[in-house]
């Protein structure tokens, strides 16, 4: 543990020398704030630098909850995401030391989906790998049971009118208007790559943000940090959880490393690195009909079910709701309109283009990759 320690030290110095302009912000904080365990001074041309003395989780949720206020204030600061870095990975040293790798888990995954893991990333990946690493080469379980239960599913026939292309037919497409699906594109695509079962069975103790409620327009929404395998395999009592549009890739490098073919692929087609955002959550989840305003969206199924409803842009059959930020969900919808369904099975690919309406919701447990960009 020493040697993280030091790690950790390192990190601290090297930020607050190569941050140098954010030095008297830093200070500001420090001398306005309750933390006891932090002392500063200004060394090499008069840079500063803190180090932790004697540090206790107390302190070290006092440093977190002053740089939590502060980026909840401004929009971005860095110094605020490295001071909240800086306090989640001491209070996980400082919970490991003690035995409690939960914990740990906890506050690192924290650090990296509020603040980037701002400093700290490298030690931060490296401390979840020391925490869990893995009992066998081989998968001792699935988390994922991704047969449809029959009393549960809804009985669905697809529409007929619906493109579906092979993989090579797709690079003109993607400039086009019109949704297409590509059936096995990924199992064409991933070949013989680490499955994802083994490695989510492998990092099923880390935290991810979730929605919890039936959507996000439900009156009962809220959001919370749990573990992957609550979310894959939740417990009888617990609400609807969907961990929606989430960079999971950025927290864990493993599974990107397994979609990185797919990724690498729709780059090459399209000319650029498409912005990318997971989807993992049980049977029944729900995001209602809504469009991704200009934005054009290679959906990858990689995981188990999805039925998926599409409506053509430019309708006013569809109306949107009010609120300035959800004015790309539908409000009202009339009941002639003329909707699109498909069943997206595991490894099947959907293109649906900017403004379309899309409906999703999930037949089993599923983990679902989506692939944004803008022409």
Known sequence: MSSNWNWFADNVTTFLESNESDFNLLQAILRNSPIHHLSYSKKVQNLLHFHLINPSKSHSKDL??????HLTQRKDSKIDRFLYSTAMVTSALLEWDNGQSDNATRNLDLALVI????????????????????????????????????????????????????????QQPLSGDTPFIVR????????????????????????????????????????????????IQPKAESPMQYMAQHDIFFQIPDIADAVSPLVSFLSDAISKPPRTNAWIGPAGTVTPFHHDNDLRNLYFQLIGEKIIRLIPPNT????????????????????????????????????????????????????????????
């Open 64 to 69: 977190s909850n002053i740089a939590f206020n």
């Open 115 to 170: 603040a980037a893991g701002e400093g700290h990333y490298h030690l931060i990946q490296s401390l979840c790998h020391q925490i869990h690493r893995p009992n066998s080469p081989q998968l001792q379980e699935h988390i994922f049971n991704t047969s449809p239960d029959p009393e549960e599913q809804k009985p669905v026939e697809e529409s007929s009118g619906l493109r579906s292309l092979n993989i090579h037919e797709i």
């Open 184 to 231: 096995n594109f990924v199992t064409s695509i991933m070949g013989q790559k680490p499955a994802l079962q083994d490695i989510l069975y492998r990092w099923r103790h880390r935290y991810v943000p979730v929605e919890v409620g039936r959507n996000y327009v439900s009156v009962d929404w809220s959001q919370e940090i749990i573990q992957i395998k609550d979310l």
């Open 316 to 375: 006013d059959k569809v109306r949107p709701m009010y609120e300035p930020a959800l004015m790309n969900t539908a409000r009202e919808i009339s009941e002639d309109v003329v909707v699109t369904e498909v069943i997206l099975k595991s490894g099947d690919a959907l293109f649906i283009p900017p403004q379309w309406w899309h409906y999703v919701e999930s037949l089993s447990p599923s983990f679902s990759l989506s692939c944004w960009w803008c022409l």
